[in-house]
């Protein structure tokens, strides 16, 4: 069966810095792996994908993540954190295209001046 | 780009009362839409697919009788959630895949349900 696995539920960084927000996956198939981002009382946005070919993959707000099948990850990082990155980021995988997501817990992301 | 819309937003309602939630996907027909539960501080929870013209299909754990799911037409599936208690306030969430876009999941705003 497929899970997801992120690490750290809150990560706090100061306005600049980079952003590593971690996730690990399980999957029996090469999976497709997304991340969300999600603001308070509102749904999920795409900010990126991995479905096949180059594993570094650049998603939307100058967002990247990194498909490690070595590693079974896919980090998702950022050069340099602004305040409006502040909001709660959710990593997903699929072993169906884009059926049936599976999400991993949620890491809530804080921005401080 | 695709719009997921959700009606209503939020909802207060007294305990053994129903609540309709509907789901539509506004500029492209959805044969499939998904139906997600995401408790506070919590991930989403798939409870259902919802298919049009035929039953919906329920993850397992997932009271079919509590939550209605009604896949009316291409472009609405609706939830509704039966006799509800304080224990079924949540945000419900649903998804519909767009053909066009290699059939990525878009995501509705949510619906927010207390139950007094």
């Known amino acids: 069966a497929q899970s997801v696995t992120q690490l750290g539920s809150h990560v706090s960084v100061s306005e600049g810095a980079l952003v590593l927000l971690r996730c690990n996956y399980s999957s029996s198939v090469p999976p497709y792996l997304f991340w969300y981002v999600q603001y308070p009382n509102q749904g999920l946005q795409l900010l990126l994908k991995?479905?096949?070919?180059?594993?570094l993959v650049k998603g939307i707000n100058g967002f990247e993540a990194e498909f490690k099948k070595s590693e079974t990850s896919f980090h998702l990082t950022k050069p340099s954190a602004h305040m409006s990155d502040a909001a709660e980021y959710f990593c997903a995988v699929s072993e169906l295209g884009f059926q049936k997501l599976v999400f991993g817990t949620g890491t809530r992301l804080l921005v401080s001046p | 780009g695709a719009v997921v819309s959700q009606h209503p937003s939020w909802v207060i309602c007294k305990s053994g009362t129903s609540v309709k939630i509907e789901c539509r996907s506004l500029?492209?027909?959805?044969?499939?839409m998904f139906w997600y539960r995401q408790f506070p501080k919590q991930s989403l929870m798939l409870m259902a697919t919802?298919?049009?013209?035929?039953?919906?299909?329920?993850e397992q754990g997932v009271e079919k009788d509590k939550f209605l799911i009604n896949h009316a037409s291409l472009t609405l599936s609706t939830l509704t959630v039966t006799s509800a208690h304080p224990e079924d306030s949540s945000f419900y969430i649903c998804?519909?895949?767009?053909?066009?876009?290699?059939?990525?999941?878009?995501f509705g705003p949510g619906t927010r349900l207390t139950v007094l």
């Open positions: 998804s519909a895949p767009r053909g066009d876009f290699g059939n990525e999941q878009f």
């Open positions: 500029d492209f027909q959805a044969t499939t």
């Open positions: 991995y479905t096949t070919g180059a594993t």
């Open positions: 919802s298919n049009e013209g035929s039953k919906a299909t329920y």
